[in-house]
């Protein structure tokens, strides 16, 4: 009668072009910066039906850039939906999904204007292609000034 609950632990490497780099016209491919992440998940199922919710908190690590400490704020995500199952290999869901993001920290003063609340709605079709696999075609919808207008994407995933 409980849900069930997943948690998760990550942290992100500054790899790819970084955003502080001058003279260069090459697209930053990440925010440059080491971070930590955690989360919760809470799925409950009511066949043929799934309820899920959950929670992240993203602390990124400052840096020094031009010999003044910048630190991205701390952001607080949080997400709500329900999947429903088609048949055993097909679902598809709907999502609600936002963030808060604290104010960005150059050399100890924080930078006006850069507080955001980004907001989406996701819509996403995933179909299982074996025991180990499935693909997951999905659209987000940005729902206010904070977020892109739409972000169309594809996710593969296998289980070892």
């Not at 869901?93 to 808060?100: I, L, V, W, Y």
């Not at 604290?102 to 292609?129: C, D, K, W, Y």
């Amino acid at each position: 009668s409980w849900a069930d609950i997943t948690a998760s632990v990550g942290f992100t490497a500054p790899t790819g072009n970084h955003p502080y780099e001058d003279g260069t016209n090459r697209l930053p491919l990440g925010i440059g910066h080491w971070s930590i992440s955690s989360g919760l998940t809470l799925i409950k199922s009511f066949d043929p039906v799934s309820l899920f919710a959950g929670c992240t908190y993203v602390h990124t690590l400052s840096r020094d850039v031009s010999g003044r400490a910048v630190a991205p704020g701390d952001v607080y995500g949080y997400n709500l939906g329900v999947a429903f199952h088609v048949n055993r290999s097909i679902t598809l869901a709907t999502e609600f999904s936002g963030a808060f993001e604290r104010e960005q920290n150059i050399a100890g003063e924080e930078v006006p204007g850069s507080l955001r609340e980004p907001m989406f709605v996701r819509l996403s079709f995933t179909h299982q292609l074996s025991r180990t696999s499935f693909w997951e075609p999905s659209v987000r919808f940005g729902l206010n000034d904070d977020s892109p207008d739409a972000i169309l994407g594809v996710a593969f995933g296998i289980r070892f």
